[in-house]
């Protein structure tokens, strides 16, 4: 297995476009999860998906960001319209359930928002 | 509220030493803690689990202890590289909080030569 797939690696926009972040689970995991990372707040949980469906979803920071999971092997990030603030890496991890949800991670999306 | 805390200063330590890596929390009731190891510009990547009902889990160099009365885990390698320079991150699966994972912010561990 390839393991978690996210794209784009990189991302440069400007303040006010829309944002579109990927992920390929790994096939055979049934949760998915999205985090935000920055030198300040660490590691932060944005939301994750059980069987396709969402969770919890309470540390979508705003209705500005939203996510989606139309099936096992595909779940995006979008950001509209996106901010300078929103500028992190967005990490996708994907695990087994049931189990303890030990998570494998994708290399991760940086995104810079200027 | 609830906090996770690791020390955001950075460890260094010699060549051939064992590292400690503290991991406190306030407010929670977990079942699981597990570590992750975090490399530049990479995911983390799972090292170690343990349970609630653990005291202390072994893989290779690397131990982790639970306590849970005092609300620590420790995590310690054993003869230290330069390879384990790394920053490490511990998580937490709350008990009766599905198999949602929060993570601590993270401690910076450089093995010096």
């Known amino acids: 297995d390839a393991g978690v797939i996210q794209s784009p690696r990189h991302e440069v926009t400007e303040m006010g476009q829309e944002v579109t972040l990927r992920c390929k689970p790994i096939?055979?995991?049934?949760?998915l999860f999205w985090y935000r990372q920055t030198m300040m707040r660490g590691l932060e949980l944005l939301i994750y998906?059980?069987?396709?469906?969402?969770?919890?979803d309470s540390g979508m920071p705003e209705d500005r960001f939203s996510a989606k999971m139309p099936n096992a092997s595909f779940s995006t990030l979008k950001i509209q319209p996106s901010e300078p603030r929103d500028s992190a890496v967005y990490f996708c991890?994907?695990?087994?359930?049931?189990?303890?949800?030990?998570?494998?991670f994708g290399a991760g999306s940086r995104l810079t928002v200027l | 509220s609830q906090k996770i805390e690791q020390n955001s200063e950075a460890l260094n330590i010699q060549e051939g030493k064992t590292a400690t890596l503290t991991c406190n929390y306030t407010?929670?009731?977990?079942?699981?803690l597990q570590w992750y190891r975090q490399d530049p510009g990479r995911g983390p990547v799972f090292l170690l689990l343990?349970?609630?009902?653990?005291k202390e889990k072994r893989k290779e160099r690397l131990k982790v202890t639970f306590d849970t009365t005092l609300k620590q885990s420790l995590f310690h390698i054993t003869a230290s590289q330069p390879a384990d320079s790394a920053t490490y991150l511990c998580?937490?699966?709350?008990?009766?909080?599905?198999?949602?994972?929060?993570f601590g912010t993270g401690t910076q561990l450089k093995v010096e030569l």
């Open positions: 991890a994907s695990g087994p359930i049931p189990g303890a949800n030990v998570l494998t």
């Open positions: 096939s055979g995991h049934n949760s």
């Open positions: 998906f059980n069987n396709n469906v969402p969770i919890d």
């Open positions: 407010n929670y009731s977990p079942a699981y």
């Open positions: 343990i349970r609630e009902n653990e």
């Open positions: 998580a937490l699966v709350l008990t009766g909080g599905g198999n949602k994972l929060t």
